[in-house]
């Protein structure tokens, strides 16, 4: 890296530990400190080694998560019911086991969502390099490792050499400034901010997310920050580590221990922009101005207020965008200046690497509890590992959501995108607590209108789009 009289971010002082050799063309070789695979794009990727007749550089710092086919019913089989599911785990299982690479497989504690279990279990740290062949790998930016999604063909590079070539990103700051209000949350931050700067806003960009909303955040608010970075159009996305990522990773059981974690410790502590960063660019929200957040179109900066109407394509700055907004509104059948608040809904999801952790089904259940979903809607709940689940239960959180008639699952991606392997019957207009809202994601025809648990459980319990804030919580 070229080296400017300006002071560092945390990007480059993460990126410059990893540094094996430069390139040229600021092109430079890093080292990778995890792998991460799943078994949907994971066969493919071990095949391609095998064919090339490439081991594991370091099958030990490569994990392998069941995650995508699975079948989330509570009567959970072998069966993942999504077609050609049972190729994609038996595949995994035999490459995984011929290459000496660990899995969490079904019925192991630790299985669960690739982006919800990996930092759950220290098996990613702060300052790290992470890699997986799944998009939302910026999610563990949240706990500041630098963490990015890659195709098959860099992951057989990285499996076989544990090192990748990448080019030097545009650094990106975005400030969320001011305390969140009751009933805002992370979700609606990102939400926020790709309404407000499109979903091109950082391009390419390592990010790193800053400012009094972001600090006051515990870790798996920082992860549903992260997870969304992708959906901005950036590179990656991450927090940088402080008191509140360290005692979070303490103990957990990937996590060094001893001297080592004091050895840790302070290099964590030494991972922070300084004043006078060198940023490529600079955005900020004021975090304590914002409401709710809703999506009313078809990718996640068609976003508005929980309490705005929905737009007018013919206010549109360009023919371009009148065009895609247009095409928005006729597939989720909506039409501009009406309320977006109180439109029905026939299906409420919870779940995904974006907000299915143990303080997004606490925020779900304060919303549910004594109170009844909607007649006619159906509402399921999937946690995102089967140690959140356990702990969710340990808490009577279950209770609350079946009492409340959402389906209790076990964990797994489900609804996040439809595989063919969970659908939600005849409900075409949906609230959920994904990251993706475009034509067909949950579904052949579905409409998905994306929020944070608390909206989604407060529209449940409505059985339209509810404003959470004036629905009082247990």
């Known amino acids: 890296m070229t080296m ?43 095949a ?3 064919a090339a007749g490439r081991e594991p550089a370091h099958p030990e710092l490569v994990f392998g998560m069941m995650d995508h086919t699975v079948d989330t019913r509570p009567t959970r089989s072998e069966d993942p019911r999504a077609p050609s599911g049972s ?22 504690p630790r299985q669960g969502i690739v982006h919800v279990v990996s930092p759950e279990q220290g098996i990613v740290l702060p300052g790290s390099t992470v890699v997986c062949p799944d998009s939302h790998t910026c999610t563990l930016g949240g706990i500041g490792a630098l963490a990015w999604g890659i195709g098959s063909t860099e992951g057989e590079h990285a499996v076989a050499t ?17 305390r969140l209000s009751a009933g805002v949350s992370a979700k609606d931050l990102v939400l926020a901010l790709i309404a407000r700067f499109g979903v091109n806003g950082g391009q390419g960009c390592a990010i790193e997310f800053a400012g009094e909303a972001v600090q006051a955040m515990p870790v798996e608010a920082r992860l549903t920050l992260c997870n969304m970075a992708v959906e901005f159009g950036a590179w990656t996305g991450l927090v940088a580590p402080d008191d509140t990522t360290i005692e979070w990773i303490a103990g957990r059981p990937f996590a060094p221990g001893g001297t080592l974690w004091d050895r840790a410790v302070a290099h964590w502590r030494s991972l922070v922009s300084d004043p006078d960063a060198d940023w490529c660019e600079m955005l900020s929200l004021d975090a304590g101005a914002l409401a709710p957040q809703v999506t009313w179109g078809t990718n996640p ?16 700055p360009d023919g371009q965008r009148r065009a895609a907004m247009e095409r928005a509104l006729a597939y989720m059948d909506l039409r501009p200046g009406t309320p977006l608040a109180g439109t029905p809904i026939e299906a409420a999801f919870i779940g995904s690497c974006t907000n299915s952790r143990l303080p997004d089904l606490r925020e779900a259940a304060a919303v549910l509890r004594g109170r009844r979903v909607a007649e006619g809607v159906r509402a399921i709940v999937v946690p995102g590992s089967t140690a959140v689940r356990a702990a969710a239960e340990a808490e009577g959180l279950d209770h609350v959501f079946t009492a409340a008639g959402f ?12 595989s063919g392997a969970d659908d939600f019957g005849g409900a075409r207009r949906v609230i959920s607590t994904t990251n993706r809202n475009f034509e067909g994601r949950q579904g052949p025809g579905v409409r998905t209108h994306l929020a944070s648990p608390a909206t989604v459980a407060a529209s449940a319990v409505a059985g339209r789009i509810a404003d959470v804030r004036h629905t009082p919580r247990s």
């Open 48 to 50: 391609g080694l095998a």
């Open 407 to 418: 389906e209790w699952r076990k964990s797994g991606c489900s609804l996040c995108f439809f």
């Open 162 to 178: 544990q090192t990748l070539v990448r080019p030097w990103p545009r650094r990106m700051q975005v400030r969320f400034d001011g």
């Open 4 to 46: 400017t009289p300006h002071g560092r971010t945390v990007i480059d002082r993460i990126w410059d530990a990893h540094v094996v050799t430069e390139l040229g063309g600021e092109r430079t070789l890093l080292h990778i400190d995890r792998i991460l695979l799943h078994e949907r794009t994971g066969p493919a990727l071990l």
């Open 87 to 108: 190729v994609f785990i038996d595949s995994f299982r035999q490459r995984t086991a011929a290459a000496g690479i660990r899995v969490f497989d079904l019925g192991d």
């Open 301 to 316: 900066g068609q976003t508005v207020a929980i309490d705005q109407p929905v737009p007018d394509p013919a206010a549109a």
